[in-house]
């Protein structure tokens, strides 16, 4: 027994001295989470003003569009592949609408914010601290921030804790320019200093000169998007005329007829997104969520 015990010690002793020779890296960072697809949804959602919608009830009411339309579709044509087509653009169609609204939206809060910041900006200038600053434009800031800060004013009234109403602000937001407004009031609370100021005004500078030239920009490319845009679209257009009569749909019911579905499906979705690619302008990402 006594040979087992001192063996056990000295085995004990070899494993921890293999052990401390592995010193994990200081300078290691830890790995962050990609944004995944509900991530995204949920993005859109709160940018598209639907707050109190999850990515699963989306989801549940692509669903029931794709559903509706595939019966309605097949009992009016009785051609399965068309209904198939209609009902995947009708199944897309609810996360296109809410992403639609999302950049909408976003090109009203880009003209927003910098007036928010310079509002934040005078608060600080007049005294105030920074959470009275940001809970004052809950009552002053522009119109579609106001209650975003007004439940952060509500939070830090009930809980006193700065960094974790900055944390559910950013989600009420989900907003890029938000997520670095954010991150710098936060930094700037913890080391302080009196550059705060400067800093606010050279991001509501920066923000007005990015929206005025991304509206310029936007403007020219508009009548390229719309026109590719309609080239698209314009064969299905023809396809749902052409469904109400039988006779001009049953050769889409053989095997070729899906085929070619199938094949113009394929090169409709690639241009789109070639056309995506190319004609519009990078979105920002939500880098400091």
Known sequence: MRHLMVGLLLGIGVFCIWWSCWVPDADATPRVRRPGLADRLQDDLVQAGYDGMRPRTLLVACVIALTLVFAIVLAVTTVVPIAVCFAAMAGYAPIALVRMRARRRRAVMRDLWPDAVD?????????????????????????????????????YRATGRFHDCLDRLKDRLSDPVGDRLVESLRIAREVGGSDLGRLLRTLSTFLREDARTRAELETRQGWTVNAARLAVAAPWVVLAFMSGRAESVQAYSTATGAAVLAVGAAVSVAAYRVMLHIGRLPEDERVLR
Request: aromatic content about 6%; proline content about 8%; overall charge negative.
């Open 119 to 155: 509002n934040i900006a005078s608060g600080v200038r007049a005294g105030l601290a920074l959470p009275e600053a940001l809970s004052q434009l809950g009552q002053r800031g522009p119109e579609e921030l106001r209650p975003a800060f007004r439940d952060f004013a509500e939070d």
